[in-house]
């Protein structure tokens, strides 16, 4: 038996290859005994584990959120150990005098520095100086080694890292990590896997056991084995959302709207994503926590809104819903498990877009008055958190449509996650956008993308030739090559990417040859004659799983007229007055599309 996990904040979902689901809530004490648990929930009788275990896991972006990570020292070029502080002169907010970036991960005493200089060109200036080799301190846990430039020659880089390992520390060099130009962006995220590795790799070991191949999912949205996401958890931060992107895409595509947009709301955080041709789009650096994070990721756009998300009134007296949340323990205070502040799910109960009589998985029947006491005390009322937390949720789908030059009303909301189903009408409403799709299992969907997910190894290197692409074609079937050794009878696609000379961010494409079609799309406009320079080259081989979403049993769902509740297992669906949902005939999902006047 084949076992998709995902871990949330509020429930871990669990979907076997039979089709068979399980949600249970989440402990975040120890977030693997809610992996056991749930995944031994689907499997048959006799069976004592799984033969794989496909996991989306949160417990890199918490750990790093709540900065429970190692004690960190940092190695830098001699001038260079200040850079993560230093950072980029933009500020997280342009008019606020008293908003301050995220404190360093390494504090200033453990920034060490060694001699020895590469150039912009990878040519030695200056050759490793031994004598300079830093001694590091007592209680350092991990250490982060990123000397400058040596994404073009690795070779001092590879020499520290060396010497380090042999003192016994736990050392991540830049070179395995982001192999990428821009000092600040590949220096923080080293940092960020040195951070992370100890607590990701004592979490990801212990699940070594619960099946005959564990794999995790990357944020790029494929499957690694469970070593090596344990070696790098900087490429886990996305994890769980990425599952949800891939499974909605392919529900999106069944249901016959290859564009779309994927809208996973869980009990803690809403994700969207933007899929065009049935491929969600890619991004190469996403920022976590406030720190960038420069490593293949697909392009989610995150806010703190969920179920659990906590409602009140700010100082000024404003509604406010998010980002604290209620998460599992104590949960909403329709749980009744202790929580009495009043979060998105009381509300959809007393507004009546929950039954009445709705029971979930693992919490029970849920106690309409304690959630009307709840919103009563916070003096708040069900139908004012519900169109915050909604205008909240429109303005992410916005993010990543009308922000990019993608006209929301030719795409599809695919909705999906234990809160999204309630909530997509109203947003679909206020876009324009013709359709959604409410896939099967969209309680689950994140486990079932990892369920059904490729396996994945991808490449980055840093192309130093500018506009000069001499020995471009050689350099990237090397590339391919290299990507392709790591998942064998993968299949490989590359990628380049390119800017305008003097602009100084880039745009991912197939070939420099589609650089100035996308650049007008995204940006409105092209500029014929100007040189274009490549700065990266990708490479990515993917193998398919031997399951697909489409090879699940599809489930018994029927037409619905709004208004209208539709319970299932793992989710609640809300059909507003003015739409229609009706069953896709090979798909399973539910289509919902407004009813002509």
Not at 154 to 172: F, I, K, M, W, Y
Not at 230 to 251: D, N, W
Request: charged letters at 20%.
């Amino acid at each position: 038996m084949r076992v998709g996990v995902d871990t949330g904040g509020t429930f871990t979902d669990v979907v076997g290859e039979d089709g068979t689901i399980a949600k249970v809530p989440s402990t975040p004490d120890d977030p693997g005994r809610a992996v056991v648990v749930g995944a031994a929930l689907v499997l048959p009788d006799g069976e004592q584990r799984a033969t794989v275990l496909a996991h989306g896991t949160t417990v890199a972006t918490n750990a790093l959120l709540e900065r429970r990570g190692a004690r960190v020292a940092l190695v830098a070029t001699a001038g260079f150990a200040d850079v993560i502080e230093i950072a980029r002169q933009d500020r997280p907010s342009l008019y606020d005098p008293w908003a301050d970036r995220p404190e360093p991960l390494v504090p200033r005493e453990l920034r060490l520095e060694v001699g020895g200089r590469i150039g912009p060109d990878g040519t030695v200036l200056e050759a490793l100086d031994p004598g300079t080799m830093p001694t590091v301190p007592e209680g350092v846990e991990a250490v982060a080694v990123c000397l400058l430039h040596s994404d073009l020659e690795p070779a001092h880089e590879r020499g520290v890292a060396a010497a380090l390992e042999r003192r016994g520390l736990d050392v991540t060099a830049s070179v395995d990590v982001s192999p990428q130009f821009r000092e600040y962006e590949r220096t923080v995220t080293t940092v960020v896997n040195a951070f992370l590795r100890p607590t990701c790799r004592t979490y990801l070991d212990g699940l070594a056991g619960a099946a005959d191949d564990v794999l995790v999912m990357t944020s790029a949205g494929g499957l690694v084995p469970v070593a090596r996401g344990a070696e790098l958890p900087v490429s886990l931060l996305l994890s769980g959302p990425a599952g949800g992107v891939l499974a909605g895409a392919a529900a999106a595509v069944a249901s016959g709207f290859p564009d779309a947009v994927t809208f996973d709301m869980g009990g803690t955080s809403t994700d969207v994503c933007l899929v065009r041709g049935g491929v969600p789009e890619p991004a190469g650096e996403r920022s976590v926590g406030g720190f960038p994070i420069r490593q293949p990721s697909l392009d989610v756009h995150t806010i703190g809104a969920g179920g659990g998300s906590i409602a009140g009134l700010d100082p000024g007296g404003a509604l406010v819903v998010g980002p604290r949340s209620a998460g599992a323990v104590p949960g909403p205070a329709a749980y009744g498990a202790g929580g009495t502040e009043p979060t998105v799910t009381d509300a959809n109960l007393v507004a009546g877009h929950l039954p009445a009589e709705a029971e979930l998985p693992g919490i029970g029947h849920l106690d309409r008055a304690a959630a009307e006491a709840a919103l009563v005390a916070a003096g708040v009322t069900a139908e004012g958190v519900l169109a915050v937390v909604d205008a909240a949720m429109e303005e992410a789908v916005r993010a990543v449509t009308v922000a990019r030059g993608v006209d929301p009303a030719g795409l599809a909301l695919v909705a999906f996650g234990g809160a999204g189903p309630l909530h997509r009408g109203a947003i679909a409403g206020a876009l324009g956008m013709p359709a959604v799709v409410v896939p099967a299992r969209a309680g689950v969907l994140s486990a079932l993308g990892c369920l059904t997910a490729p396996r994945q190894h991808d490449v980055v290197r840093t192309w130093p030739g500018g506009a000069d692409l001499e020995g471009l074609e050689a350099a990237l079937e090397a590339l391919g090559a290299e990507a392709a050794a790591a998942v064998p009878g993968g299949e490989v696609s590359t990628a380049v990417e390119c800017r305008y000379e003097g602009q100084s961010h880039e745009l991912r494409v197939p070939t420099p040859a589609d650089f100035a079609a996308e650049h007008e799309r995204r940006n409105g406009y092209a500029r014929p004659g100007a040189r274009v320079e490549v700065v990266a080259l990708r490479a990515t081989a993917r193998l398919a799983a031997p399951l697909s979403p489409a090879d699940l049993p599809v489930p018994v769902r029927r037409p619905a007229a709004g208004p209208a509740v539709v319970a299932e297992a793992d989710c609640t669906i809300w059909v507003p007055a003015g739409w229609r949902a009706d069953p896709h005939a090979t798909s399973g999902a539910l289509v919902l599309t407004r009813v002509e006047a």
